[in-house]
Structures are given as C-alpha cells and as structure tokens.
C-alpha cells in the first residue's frame, strides 16, 4: 500500500543551526502534506499545511520564518526548522490524505533534539 | 478553536476482554478517524468514518460516526497484548485539516 516515508528518524543538532526534515509519498502523489508537531504524552498538533507549487499556509502561532516549508514536488516536502532552540525539541511528523481520507497516511515521525 | 475530548485517558484491562473509547467535540465534524500509535512511531489510521451515523468495522476493531457529526466511539473486542499503545481519535472539519484528542493509553496485561 502507499506509504509515506519521512527522513531522518532521529536528528540532534546544536543551538542556532538548521535542520532539514524529508517527507515522501512513495507511490502515490501529494499535492497537500501536513506537518505536525508532538510534544511528549500530548496530542498532534497541525503546525501548517504543505501546497505543492504554492505557499505553504501556517496555523496560529507557528513562526513561519522558523519554519520553512517547501512542497517543490507532487512527492517529497521538506520542514526545516531554522536557527533552532532547545524548545523546538520534539517530535515532527508528515502526514498526507489520499482520496476523500484526510491523514490517511503518515511518516514515521521525527525527534529532533537540539542541545 | 476546535477541541476534541476524548476519554478515558487511559485504561488497563486483561487480555480477552473488550475496550471501548470516545470523542466529543463542541463542533461537527465531516470525518472521523481513529489512529493508533506506537511509541516512536507515526500513527496508523485504524479506520475512517465519512457519514453521520456510519458503523465500520475492521477486525476486532468497530468505529462510529455520531449522529449529531460531534462524536465517535471506537471499540476493541477480545484484546490482545499487541493492542498496546495510544489511541487517537481525530476530526476533520474541511480543508483536510485534522483535529486529534488527547489520546487513550491502552495497557493489556497479559
């Protein structure tokens, strides 16, 4: 079945620098991704909305200049976390519908930890 | 905004016997779905409802769309240790955007 396949699993980075989070729809196109964010013992939450070709659109309170988000394909978006702080620490995860199934399919989450 | 409660918060049963969990929301929805996650990992749809009303099975797992679009329940049947891990309930109200609950962390001794 389709997948999404999210790069890298596990990253640690230092204060200040940037990271780069992968998402893929493996056999199946994306226009739309969404990316979440998950602290620990709590829910998802949508951080913004990945459009292919287009901009990507942000939910209330993410810093979209921390956040940059790139669709420049039909499979792959990519989330970097700029300038990164130790509060940015958590688990970010891709998820993208297929058909009329909003979430159908998500990544395997990353947790970025930066020190 | 929106907001999903979603209970119990956690629940510790033996092996064999039956779950079951549920959603509220203060608004409609037009999709429900219900997910499982491991720890470290992703959540895995279980299963999706798209209609008021609507009862879908798969396995041992059973999920209802309420009839008023602001609730959901899922239940497990006769569990089994692998059905450790959280449960997340999650709406989508328009524009694919999806709202979770908190989850329900679900212990099965064997």
């Known amino acids: 079945g389709a997948v999404v396949s999210q790069h890298p699993s596990r990253v640690i980075c230092k204060s200040g620098t940037s990271v780069k989070i992968e998402c893929r729809s493996l056999d199946f196109q994306a226009t739309t991704m969404f990316w979440y964010r998950q602290f620990p013992k709590q829910s998802l939450m949508l951080m913004a909305t990945?459009?292919?070709?287009?901009?990507?659109?942000?939910e209330q309170g993410v810093e979209k200049d921390k956040f940059l988000i790139n669709h420049a394909s039909l499979t792959l978006s990519t989330l970097t976390v700029t300038s990164a702080h130790p509060e940015d620490s958590s688990f970010y995860i891709c998820s993208a519908p297929q058909g009329i199934t909003p979430g159908a399919f998500f990544g395997q989450g990353t947790r970025l930890t930066v020190v | 905004g929106q907001q999903l409660n979603q209970s119990p918060q956690s629940m510790f049963i033996q092996e064999g016997e039956d779950v079951s969990m549920n959603c509220t929301s203060s608004s409609i929805f037009n999709t429900w779905l219900w997910y499982k996650q491991d720890p470290g990992e992703g959540p895995v749809l279980l299963i999706a409802?798209?209609?008021?009303?609507e009862l879908t099975s798969n396995g041992r797992l059973t999920a209802q769309f309420g009839i008023t679009r602001k609730d959901s329940f899922l239940n497990i049947s006769a569990s089994i240790p692998s059905d450790v891990g959280i449960y997340f309930c999650a709406g989508e109200g328009g524009s694919e955007k999806l709202v979770f609950g908190k989850g329900t962390k679900l212990t099965v001794n064997p």
């Open positions: 409802l798209y209609k008021a009303g």
């Open positions: 990945s459009n292919e070709g287009s901009k990507a659109t942000y």
